[in-house]
C-alpha cells in the first residue's frame, strides 16, 4: 500500500510539474538562447559579441560590444532586456538596434540577456 501511494504521490507531483510548465533545464535554455543570438543577432554583433557581424558595417552606429566587459558592467539586466525587447531607441540607443518582442516571448528575452551577459563570464 506504501508503495502504491508513493507511486501516485510521484505521479501527483509529475502531473503538477507539467502543467505548471516546468522549467527547462539551464543547458537547454542556454541552447535555446545560443540559437536565438545566431538568428537575430550575429549579423550585427557578430559571433563572439565584438560588434563585428557582417552587417556592422552598413551601420551608421557600430553595434555595441557585448565582450566589453567594463561597459557591460554598468547596464542592468532590466536594461539590456528592455533594448532586445524594445529596441535601441528605448534606452536611448542608436534606432538601428530593431526590438524583437514581436517575435521573442520574455522567457526567450531572458535567455538572451543571459546568453550576452555569458561573453563577459567566459573571461
Known amino acids: 500500500m506504501k508503495s502504491l501511494i508513493a507511486r501516485l504521490s510521484i505521479l501527483a507531483l509529475a502531473a503538477w510539474m507539467i502543467a505548471l510548465g516546468a522549467p527547462q533545464s539551464r543547458a537547454q535554455d542556454l541552447a535555446g538562447a ?5 538568428t537575430l543577432c550575429v ?3 557578430g559571433a563572439s559579441g565584438k560588434g ?12 555595441g560590444d557585448l565582450t566589453d566587459c567594463a561597459r557591460m558592467a554598468r547596464v542592468s539586466d532590466d536594461v539590456v532586456f528592455k533594448v532586445i525587447k524594445e529596441g535601441g531607441p528605448a534606452a536611448n540607443l542608436s534606432e538601428q538596434m530593431a526590438g524583437f518582442g514581436e517575435g521573442l516571448d520574455d522567457s526567450e528575452i531572458k535567455g538572451l540577456v543571459g546568453y550576452v551577459r555569458s561573453f563577459c563570464q567566459q573571461k
Open 52 to 63: 563585428d557581424g557582417p552587417a556592422a558595417s552598413t551601420l551608421a552606429t557600430k553595434p
Open 43 to 45: 549579423k550585427c554583433h
Open 34 to 38: 545560443k540559437d536565438d543570438y545566431r
